[in-house]
Each structure stands twice: as C-alpha cells, then as structure tokens.
C-alpha cells in the first residue's frame, strides 16, 4: 500500500503540460514500459494484499477458537477440583456397613486411598469405645485411628462362664470385650491402654493386628485373650505391654517388629506361639513366663538385652539362628522339651546359670562371643553325648594332623641326611 501512495505522489508532482489539440499525441518506449512495470508491481502487491488479509482473518478466528477451548478447559479443570473428594478421587474404595444390633463397627479403605483420603475418613477412637460398650466387634482395614483408648472406661462385667474355673480371676473386677477385634494394615495414632492394676480385661473374639502400626505405647497387661491373637508384620513403635496376659489360643507374631521395651512377664501361653524372624529393636521381656506348647523363636533378633529367666518351656523351645546383640539371660529357666540353640549368635553375655534341660538340648554351631555360663545347669545325658562325641572327633581329627604331620617331618629330615652321607665331596 506504500508503494501505491509513492507512485500516486509521484504523478502528483508531475508538471502540467498544456494540451496542443492540433499536434497528434505520441507516447514513448520508455514510457510505455514504466507504466507496465508500475502495473505489475500494484497487480503483485493486490495479490499480496488479498492473501495477507485472508490469512490474518483466518488467524483471528482460529485465536478466538483457542481461547475459546483454553476457557473450557480452565473451567472443566476448576470444576474438577471443586468436586467431592469422593468424585475426584475413583481409585479411593470405601467399604462400610451400617451400624445395627450386633453388627460390627465396619470401615475398609482400599489401598488406592491417599493420606489425605484416609486422614479424611479417619475413625475416632471414641467410637470403637462405643462399638465395644455395646457388645459389638470392629472391623478395620486400612484406616487411620486418631484418639488414646482406655479400656478402663468399660463397664465392669461379671467373669464369663468359659472363665469361672480360672483361679486368677476370682475376686477381681472384669470387663469384656465381646466381638473380634480386627484392625488390618492401618495406623493407630494414639495409645491403647488397660492399665488397671486389679481387674482383668476379656477379649472373648480373635483379635488381628496384622501389617498395622501403633504409634504410642500399647498395654494390654492382665488381658485374657480366649482366641487366637494375630500381630505378624505388625509395628509397635514404642512400648508393648502383656504383663500378666494370658493367652488361651495360638499367637502369631511372625515378621513383627517390636519397639523400645517389649514385656510378656508372667504371661501364659496355653496354645503354641510364633515369633519367627520378628525383631525386637529394644529391651525384650519374657521373664516367669510359661510355654505350655511349642515356641519358635527362630531367626528372632535381639538388639538389647533380652531375659527368659524363670520362664518355663513345656513344649519345643526353637532358638535356631537367633541373633542376640545384648545380653542373654536364660537363668533357671526350665526347658522340659527339646532346647534348639543351633547356630544362634550370642554377640555378648550368655547367662544359663541354674537352668534346667529336661531332654535334649542342641547348641551345635552356636556362637558365644564372649563366652557362656552354664553354672549349675543341669543338663540330661542324651543331650551332652552328642557334643562330646564332636568334640571326641576334633581332637582325634587334632592329634591324627599332628602324628601325621610329624610323621613326614622325620621322613624329610631322614631323606634330607640321607643326601648329605652320599655326597662325594664330603669325603675330601
């Protein structure tokens, strides 16, 4: 368009020329072709024109079209995130079921719920309190319990009747716990406590913690447990309190990681128990305590000091590669069954002082690396024979190297002298 107005200023500046009517016009060569290049040029330029504003029209209207889809999309994506929780978050399954008579406290969270998700649907400790005052069990999974619960604050009950025969519990006040209680893969944030020096505590349901988390201390002294009890891959962070529990079914405690201080004092176990390849990371307990059934305890680890004495194993006691970093006490405990201490590893004291071993003891491959004690122990023919036939067979394995080896240093010496008496040069 610049190029149009130059050349149209251009004309403009021109001189006027006086028209002469009686001489005939005339036009020159070179005009002629300036005035056709001039044409093509504004033809090219139109051209040019038409298409620079067929493509900036087409511009426009594709810019109002991209902003109008960029609106759409800050509008759907607001939109999303003012949805419900529940809404925006589809892989987050809950599973719940309403409350009734004798219907257990039920709440599932699936494991595609976030933190935020189950710290959203988190269950009050007041209400498993609840659940519990009304006869009624729990059923969690993969929840998050916030709140300290004491089960002191049950009502006082009478002795049920499948406990009446229980000398223990005469004389005393009880509460119940009727229902099973299960809370699975999930976080207990504050304590759990039956801290009552006097009465006793009944859990009449099997109980499961397994893959749970206890944040704060957990007590269940003086707590019968009348069905089996579950606390494999469960965590206790801090202290675990069974003092004076008494376990009439199996536990299981395998793969289970105990906390600071871990007490199963005067506890009974009238079903077998397993604490197989669990970890106790602090000071273990299990002083006076009596093992009617089988125990394993292998591949168990102990970091701090650990102390059986007393304790009575009616049953298999089975230590087989145990690993205790601390020390080990294990004084007038009474092992009426088979004692497995195969290759268990005591990193410090080793204390056997006055126990007992009713029939075969085997500490074959055990390593005391800082000696044993075994101070009065009594221990039965059958179970002392094998060692000492292994440690007959080292020493003739000793003294036969030792012959054998001294054997061919005489053969050399005699060889080696032998040589000297036929050499010629010793006769010069």
């Known amino acids: 368009m610049c190029l149009v107005c130059l050349v149209y200023l251009v004309e403009l500046d021109e001189p006027e020329k006086p028209d002469e009517p009686d001489k005939p016009h005339t036009v020159s060569v070179g005009d002629t072709f300036a005035r056709k290049s001039v044409s093509n040029l504004f033809g090219q330029y139109r051209n040019l024109t038409v298409f620079a504003l067929r493509w900036t029209m087409t511009f426009r209207i594709t810019a109002r079209m991209m902003s109008r889809v960029f609106v759409w999309i800050m509008l759907g994506g607001l939109a999303f995130l003012c949805l419900p929780l529940g809404a925006a978050a589809s892989n987050c399954q809950v599973e719940s079921i309403a409350s009734g008579p004798g219907v257990a406290l039920t709440r599932h969270l699936s494991a595609g719920c976030t933190e935020q998700e189950r710290e959203a649907r988190a269950v009050d400790a007041a209400q498993l309190m609840q659940a519990f005052k009304e006869g009624k069990g729990i059923d969690l999974s993969g929840v998050i319990i916030r709140g300290d619960l004491s089960l002191d604050m049950l009502p006082v009950s009478p002795v049920p009747t499948e406990l009446e025969g229980v000398k223990d519990l005469q004389g005393r006040e009880g509460r119940v716990i009727s229902g099973s209680v299960t809370i699975v893969d999930s976080v207990v944030r504050g304590t759990v406590r039956h801290g009552s020096p006097q009465g006793f505590l009944v859990v009449r349901g099997p109980v499961t913690f397994s893959g749970t988390t206890f944040e704060q201390l957990v007590d269940f002294s003086r707590t019968v447990f009348t069905q089996p009890v579950t606390l ?55 002083l006076e305590v009596v093992f009617e059934k089988d125990v394993d305890l292998s591949r168990t680890y102990f970091k701090l000091g650990t102390g059986f004495s007393g304790s009575r194993f009616q049953g298999l006691a089975n230590f087989s590669a145990a690993s205790f970093n ?59 024979a094998p060692q000492e036939s292994e440690n007959q067979t080292i020493q003739y394995a000793l003294i036969l190297s030792l012959l054998v080896g001294g054997a061919l240093v005489i053969a050399y010496l005699i060889r080696l002298r032998g040589r000297g008496g036929s050499d010629p040069s010793h006769h010069n």
Do not use: C, I, M, W
């Open 232 to 286: 494999s891959r469960a965590r206790f962070l801090r202290e675990a309190y069974f003092v004076q529990g008494r376990f009439l079914r199996d536990l299981f405690a395998e793969h289970t990681s105990f906390g600071l201080h871990t007490r199963f004092h005067r506890s009974v176990f009238q079903g077998p128990v397993t604490f197989q390849q669990s970890r106790f990371n602090g000071l273990a307990e299990f």
């Open 326 to 384: 601390g020390d080990a006490f294990f004084t007038f405990a009474q092992f009426e069954g088979d004692a497995d201490f195969r290759q268990v590893t005591f990193r410090s004291t080793a204390d056997f002082s006055d126990a007992s071993f009713k029939r075969r003891d085997d500490f074959s491959k055990a390593s005391f690396e800082k000696g044993s004690q075994f101070a009065r122990a009594a221990r039965s023919t059958t179970a002392q």
